[in-house]
C-alpha cells in the first residue's frame, strides 16, 4: 500500500498548509510518479494522528496534512513510537493499523482498524496491550519484520536505552523472547531503520555531536558501525527514513523538534563517507508533534527496505 497511498496522493496541492479531513479513498494511477517519496505518521502530545506524504522533489514538497485518528492514545503519555504497519482489511475498504508505543515507563501495542484507506478510524477497534514496564527512559524504538515472498523469516525488536542498543526476537506481537544487547552506543541521539535482510538490520543513527553512522545489527555477531558523515547532523531529535519507491536511494527526514522544522535528503546507497546524501530543502510544514514514524505495508508480500 505504500506505493498505493504515496501515488493517491500526487494530484495533491504540494503546498497546502491546513489540517483537513480524510476523504474517500479514490483509485489510484497505476503508475507512481518519478521521485521518491515518504509516507509519514506523526502522534501529537493528545494521542492524535496527522498523516502527511513527503515528496522528494527541490525544493522538497508536502501533502495536506490530514487527520489519521483522533484519541489513539491518552494526553501526554507518548514518550517514544515505531513504525505504523498496515494491511489491507480482507473485504479490500480499508486497512488495519499496528504500531508499538511507549506509553509513561510501559510499552504497549496499539491496533485498531480504519474504514477506507484514508478514512475515519472505527473507535470500537482501538486497542493498546501492556506488555511490560521498564521502558521510560527508551529513546528510539522500531519493530523489524523480515519476509520471503509469503512467509515471515523474523520480526525484531529494536530500543536504544542509555548507552544500549537492544534486540529482541518478537512472536505473535507481543511475546519477547532472546533479549540481546549491544553496548558502547551513549553518543546515538536518533536513529531510522534504512535496510532489512534475512541475516541482519541497518540503521542510520545521528549522534549529539553531529556525527552520522550507518549501524548494522547482524542476528549473530557484532554491529557493523561505519561512519557517513562526521558533523552538521545533531540538530535533528527524530530521522524517518524510506526507501520503497526509491530504487537504490533512501528518502529521509530530519525533524528538529525545538524550531518544528523538517529537513528532507535523498541518500544513495550507504557506503559510509561515499555515500551520496542530496539535501533536498526545507519541507513547507511547521511539525509540533512527539513522534514521527514510517508508515508502511506489514504483510508477508511488501517490499524490504534496502538502504544499504
Known amino acids: 500500500m505504500i506505493r498505493k497511498r504515496a501515488a493517491g496522493l500526487v494530484g495533491l496541492a504540494l503546498a497546502a498548509g491546513a489540517l483537513v479531513q480524510a476523504e474517500p479513498a479514490t483509485a489510484a494511477p497505476t503508475e507512481g510518479p518519478g521521485f521518491c517519496q515518504l509516507s509519514l505518521g506523526s502522534t501529537t502530545s493528545e494521542g492524535d494522528l496527522i498523516l502527511r506524504t513527503m515528496y522528494g ?21 507518548l514518550r517514544v513510537a515505531s513504525g505504523i504497519g498496515t494491511q489491507t482489511n480482507a473485504d479490500q475498504t480499508g486497512e488495519s493499523r499496528r504500531q508499538y508505543v511507549v506509553l509513561g515507563s510501559t510499552l504497549n501495542l496499539l491496533t485498531y482498524t480504519v474504514n477506507g484507506f484514508w478514512g475515519e478510524v472505527d473507535p470500537a477497534t482501538v486497542k493498546r496491550t501492556a506488555i511490560g514496564g521498564g521502558w521510560g527512559d527508551v529513546r528510539y524504538l522500531e519493530s523489524s519484520r523480515f519476509n520471503r515472498g509469503t512467509t515471515l523469516v523474523r520480526q525484531n525488536m529494536y530500543a536504544v536505552l542509555g548507552d544500549t542498543i537492544l534486540r529482541w526476537n518478537v512472536v505473535n506481537g507481543t511475546s519477547f523472547a ?51 558523515r562526521r558533523s552538521t547532523w545533531q540538530g535533528f531529535e527524530a530521522l524517518v527514513a524510506d526507501g520503497i519507491t526509491c530504487g537504490d536511494n533512501t528518502i529521509v527526514v530530519g525533524v528538529d523538534k525545538e524550531t518544528g522544522t ?22 513547507p510544514r511547521t511539525f509540533n508533534e512527539v513522534a514521527y514514524s514510517r508508515i508502511f505495508d506489514d504483510n508477508q508480500e511488501s517490499a524490504q527496505l534496502f538502504g544499504e
Open 57 to 77: 522533489v527541490t525544493p522538497p514538497g508536502a501533502s495536506p496534512s490530514r487527520w489519521g485518528g483522533k484519541d489513539l492514545l491518552p494526553d501526554n503519555q
Open 178 to 228: 532472546q533479549k540481546t544487547t549491544y553496548a558502547g552506543f551513549s553518543a546515538v541521539k536518533t536513529m531510522t531503520l534504512i535496510s532489512q535482510t534475512a541475516t541482519y538490520d541497518t540503521f542510520l543513527a545521528s549522534t549529539r555531536l553531529g556525527a552520522l553512522y550507518t549501524i548494522r545489527i547482524p542476528l549473530t555477531g557484532k554491529p557493523v558501525v561505519k561512519v557517513v
Open 262 to 283: 523538517p529537513y528532507l535528503y535523498e541518500f544513495g546507497h550507504a557506503n559510509g563517507t561515499a555515500t551520496v546524501i542530496k539535501a533536498l530543502g526545507k519541507v
